[in-house]
RNA sequence: GCCGGAGUGGCGGAAUGGCAGACGCGCUGGAUUCAAAAUCCAGUUAGAGUAACAUCUAGUGCGGGUUCGACCCCCGCCUCCGGUACCA
């Protein structure tokens, strides 16, 4: 072989590995340490890999390789997120099945993946598009329908961990002696109100392009966050997970985890916990006549600053607000109707594009403020959100700076109840600009002086003492709207029941666990209503309807469920995806769980990582995990740009501005391996960099200088160079193979894979100039390349007389006695300023170094007419003179 | 606006308190070749200086500080990237 020829080296390999099942990891628990690194698996598109994919990917195999040279247990599977809308659009367009074109795209995928080398237990495969996946999948969505949350439960975790708050079984729920005499349909209907999965006919965000209502995280800039098509608000009974009961547990377990303190504060943000007080502020009666005596007869507001109470010079209620009505005069209905239709006209969008100008009518009604009885207008405007607190505020525009825009708008009082506290910095300008510090009350009666903190606290106390208030916390996280309406996906394992004249009556029975999966209808029209009716409205007959035992006439429910559910716990399936009695194997997950290593990429940074987190935690309070968080390191890789353009500026990939790069197309041209070193040597896994098809030539170069100092290029066939012999290394080779060793090994463990890769350069650099090579120096750095550069490792390791793989090889360790050179050279400063270098006996003290450092000619010189001041040593470091 | 991250040669990047620019790309010159590709060798921060070395000066976004010594730590700014936004 004259030259290295990487294609027919890595579909040898290749075929070896999967001939061998070389990475095939023992399906019974083992005694064994063990490792599982998990990639995002990826949503096969029509598009194919993009060279995105092989970086995180690439780094895992890495990790994988070497620790399985380093004798642990690895567990390092793949699978496919398949569901979802692409092959449904596909379906309407062509009339081929999802299924067939979801299995396409799986095969396309899995064959590039296979063209990288990645070696990953493909026993373990699957897809959210089985039916033996998805069976497991609506198996844990009815554990979360049979639970609720008990907020005040008080209980020891498996790992030991005391917790309040569990997720316990709805037969455990305890039902309110009312409901209980009021019979046994009352007692059903008030569990399903409690349960973790529930209907809910609230507002939500249909959007009429996809056919699909979506969840809030889906939305961005109040388009979808697929296609960005507009999204409107509309009621519609909908299933809603209870994710906001574990608001509190999702955010302070993250604190453990290993994760960038970047992404766990995304979350936070996300579940946006605050702390403030819900104050009632009772409705005065009307005074022109018209009565008043609806309850409830006051007005609740969510404040986190319970502080400026007396600042307090009017309130807004949401236009959507139910008391709307019933405080509006007849004087202003007119107007205040008019706003409202107004406002629920506006999209999302068009509301926050307002956000400078603050809109708003007044009601005519008044409510009294309990901490000192003031007569305060009622207003309402869009600024205030029904979705978020109460729906309701008490405005302060001395200290909010929406109140304060919003005052000088319609020519409101501003009331200054803080200012700033001495010393503190801040000044109010209460003429010009909202004071939002915290500070010192004023104005504020018998409160005065107190600091925001202790008055905070005392008016909460004070409040609930007068039965008029008390503390409360919000969250910015919503509960997670759990339906679509389309074909390709899950559908829901739930009946509702039907009176005699075919019409539901709001009662709804589980499939039992013994009859999933639930499969998809046979359907030839892949069509949306384009309405919000479900897809799944059009299965037959048979799919669609039901007797029960009892008689009991049921219809399917035929939404179905978000791509984000088969996501939430595939880690799980990984570990035992061949069980066909349990979701997981208990002894399994206990031997696996944790992931101990997650990398993809930061865009699932707050929505598949935080829905997963929870339905980790529901199984976890149910008894069916051991753990309390799924991923305990977290590591996400950069995004790759296109490659630059003339004025150096690199932008996304994107079909449109065509600067996709095919991983097709690189691999033909360079092979596998240098791909795959490739996109390691760009730089820090974590940052974003540009793709430049210069440095894959740099790194395929490289392989090829590896390759020649092994093997004799100018041979008929692949034979040792003549220079690689079987001699004992000298000093210095040895020298340079440990630090080489020892570099490599700790920058995989810090997952540097880019010095990595210098570190071996330097390495062949060296050792290419060597004119006797000896073999077991070459076998070494040939294990250290293999995780990078699997296929021409392998070979490499035959060709130095290796029989079989290395991929069980024991990792080379260095000898720390190896890497102390005799003598080192140490630089001399002046001031801090570099003027000679020495060549002093590695052990030198700092006397000897100082010593050494005078006797030098250079520093001599620099020493001329000047006075030592001080001198600095660090033995093996420097030398500094500090001189005047 | 708020929250996070980052600014180092022509380019990707290295060095987390001790020789700034490892390694790679690109570029320049040379060797090899009939020629090319491939490969190998040398050079490559800028400026001053030298026949050539030597040597000197400046230099890690900007301004200040701590230190014998700062790309690295602290304070104040600027720019870029990511997230998020009427959340009361």
Redesign the pocket.
């Known amino acids: 072989m004259p030259r290295y020829d990487f294609k027919p080296v890595e579909s040898r390999w290749q075929q070896y590995w999967d001939e061998n099942q070389t990475f095939r990891t023992e399906d019974a628990v083992s005694e064994k340490k063990k490792l599982y690194v998990l990639d995002m698996f990826p949503y096969p598109s029509g598009s194919g890999l993009h060279v995105g994919h092989p970086e995180g990917y690439t780094a895992t195999d890495i990790v994988c390789r070497y620790s399985r040279m380093k004798g642990l247990n690895v567990l390092h599977p793949m699978g496919w997120d398949a569901f979802g809308l692409p092959a449904e659009e596909h379906a309407v367009k062509t009339g081929t099945h999802p299924r067939e074109t979801t299995n396409q795209n799986i095969a396309t995928f899995k064959r590039q993946l296979k063209m990288l080398g990645f070696s990953y237990d493909w026993e373990r495969e699957l897809a959210t598009t089985d039916p033996d996946y998805y069976r497991w999948t609506q198996w844990i969505f009815l554990q979360i329908f049979d639970t609720w949350y008990d907020s005040e439960y008080e209980w020891t975790g498996p790992d030991g961990v005391k917790r309040k708050g569990k997720g316990r079984p709805i037969n455990e729920l305890p039902i309110p002696s009312d409901v209980k005499t009021s019979g046994a349909e009352a007692v059903r209907r008030y569990q399903d109100k409690h349960r973790l999965a529930y209907v809910s006919d609230a507002p939500v965000n249909w959007c009429p392009a996809l056919g699909t209502v979506l969840a809030n995280e889906e939305i961005?800039d109040g388009k979808s966050e697929r296609g960005s098509h507009p999204v409107v608000r509309m009621p519609l009974k909908q299933w809603m997970l209870r994710i906001t009961a574990y608001g509190d547990r999702l955010a302070n377990e993250l604190d453990p985890l290993t994760w960038s303190?970047?992404i766990k504060?995304?979350q936070r943000?996300w579940i946006?916990r605050?702390v403030?007080a819900e104050v009632d502020f009772k409705i005065v009666p009307s005074e022109n006549g018209k009565p008043q005596t609806e309850t409830p007869s006051s007005i609740r507001v969510?404040?986190?600053?319970p502080d400026t109470l007396f600042g307090v010079t009017y309130m807004v209620l949401?236009p959507e607000h139910p008391l709307v009505d019933t405080i509006t005069t007849s004087e202003q209905k007119a107007a205040v109707d008019e706003y409202r239709t107004k406002a629920s006209l506006k999209s999302d969008l068009d509301?926050?594009d307002?956000?400078k100008d603050?809109t708003g009518v007044f009601t005519g009604g008044h409510a009294i403020n309990p901490v000192n009885g003031e007569k305060v207008p009622v207003w309402i405007a869009?600024?205030?959100?029904i979705s978020?607190?109460t729906?309701a505020?008490m405005a302060v525009p001395a200290h909010?700076e929406?109140d304060y825009e919003f005052a000088k708008t319609f020519g409101i009082e501003i009331r200054q109840v803080v200012a700033p506290a001495p010393g503190s910095g801040h000044a109010a300008d209460i003429d010009n600009t909202a004071f939002t510090e915290t500070g010192i009350a004023v104005n504020s009666g018998k409160y005065n002086g107190l600091t925001t903190a202790d008055f905070k606290a005392q008016i909460t106390k004070d409040l609930a003492a007068a039965g008029v208030g008390k503390e409360a916390v919000?969250y910015?996280l919503r509960d997670w709207l759990f339906s679509r309406q389309r074909y390709w996906g899950e559908p829901f394992p739930i009946w509702h029941e039907l009176d005699a004249d075919g019409n539901p009556t709001g009662l709804m029975r589980a499939d039992t666990a013994e009859s999933l999966p639930v499969l998809h209808p046979h359907m030839e029209d892949f069509k949306p209503t384009g309405t919000p009716e479900p897809m799944l409205a059009k299965a037959t007959q048979e799919w669609l309807f039901k007797t029960d035992t009892d008689g009991v006439k049921l219809k399917r429910e035929t939404n179905s469920m978000p791509q984000w559910a088969g996501s939430c716990w595939y880690y799980l399936r990984f570990c035992d995806n061949k069980n066909s009695t349990n979701f997981i194997d208990p002894a399994k997950e206990k031997y696996w769980l944790p992931v101990d290593l997650y990398i993809g990429g930061?865009e699932h940074a707050?929505l598949h990582l935080l829905y997963s987190r929870f339905w980790h935690k529901v199984l976890f309070d149910r008894g069916h995990v051991s753990t309390p968080e799924p991923f305990q390191k977290l590591v996400n890789q950069g995004m790759i740009l296109g490659e630059?353009d003339e004025n150096?500026k690199a932008e996304k990939m994107s079909k449109s501005r065509g600067n996709v790069i095919n991983p097709d197309e690189v691999v033909k041209d360079y092979g596998a391996d240098s791909l795959r070193l490739y996109e390691m040597f760009?730089?820090?896994l974590e940052?974003?960099?540009?793709w430049?098809m210069?440095?894959v030539?740099?790194?395929y170069?490289?392989l090829?200088?590896v390759w020649r100092m092994i093997v004799d290029e100018r041979a008929e066939t692949v034979k040792l160079a003549d220079a690689v012999v079987d001699v004992a290394p000298t000093d210095e080779q040895l020298r340079v193979l440990h630090k080489t060793i020892k570099a490599v090994t700790d920058d995989i463990d810090r997952l540097?894979f880019?010095?990595a890769i210098?570190r071996m350069?330097?390495f062949s650099?060296f050792m290419?100039?060597q004119e006797a090579r000896p073999k077991v120096v070459l076998s070494q750095f040939v294990q250290l390349l293999s995780p990078f550069a699997p296929h021409i490792a392998e070979e490499l390791w035959n060709v130095l007389g290796h029989p079989n793989t290395l991929a069980y090889e024991p990792w080379p360790t260095y000898d720390p006695a190896l890497l102390v050179e005799d003598s080192v050279?140490v630089?001399v400063?002046f001031?801090?300023?570099?003027?000679s270098?020495i060549v002093v006996p590695a052990n030198s003290d700092a006397a000897a170094l100082e010593a050494a450092a005078r006797a030098d000619e250079?520093v001599q010189k620099n020493l001329e007419g000047k006075t030592v001041v001080?001198v600095?040593a660090?033995p093996g470091?420097?030398v500094?003179f500090?001189v005047k």
């Not at 869009?382 to 959100?385: C, F, N, S």
């Not at 940052?687 to 540009?690: E, F, L, R, S, V």
């Not at 001031?831 to 003027?835: A, E, F, I």
Request: overall charge positive.
């Open positions: 961005i303190e970047a504060l995304m943000n946006g605050s403030g969510y404040t986190t600053r949401a509301r926050t307002l956000a603050k869009d600024y205030v959100l978020y607190g729906g505020i909010d929406r919000n910015r930061a707050v630059p150096g760009m730089g820090p940052q974003t960099k540009p430049q210069s440095g030539e740099g790194v170069r490289f090829g200088r540097s880019n010095t210098s350069m330097e650099n290419s100039s050279e630089p400063q001031n801090g300023k570099l003027r270098k250079q001080k600095v660090v470091r420097m500094n500090v």
